[in-house]
């Protein structure tokens, strides 16, 4: 059982892309999802999360063009991506976590690729 992600692609600057992640099969919900990025070269970064209770989180690359959402409690998670830049170029990552349970998983990733 792993998390599935998918959406990623290529598109022209300015474009939008929406990526989903989905976990079935599993016996509980994760506390937390989320999505990371990390381009050639660089260090996996952080772009944003959602709780099973609904709460959200986003790190500064995210803010103002990317929205998370998530399906309740359910393990199933998406990020809407608008206004792409070339520097949105990586591979996105999807992550499930439950620390009481010692859980944090992590997805095979999804190529974005933003042309100019």
């Known amino acids: 059982v792993q998390l599935q992600a998918s959406g990623g692609g290529l598109v022209q600057a300015g474009g939008s892309l929406r990526l989903s992640c989905i976990d079935s099969g599993r016996w509980f919900s994760f506390d937390t999802m989320g999505w990371y990025r990390q381009a050639p070269g660089e260090q996996r970064e952080f772009i944003a999360s959602?709780?099973?209770?609904?709460?959200?989180n986003y790190g500064d690359v995210a803010k103002g063009r990317f929205a998370i959402s998530r399906d309740g409690a359910k393990n199933t998670v998406t990020l809407q991506m608008n206004n792409l830049k070339p520097e949105d170029t990586a591979v996105y990552y999807c992550n499930g976590a439950r620390p009481l349970l010692g859980v944090n998983i992590w997805g095979r990733g999804t190529l974005v690729t933003v042309s100019s």
């Open positions: 959602a709780t099973s209770g609904g709460g959200t």
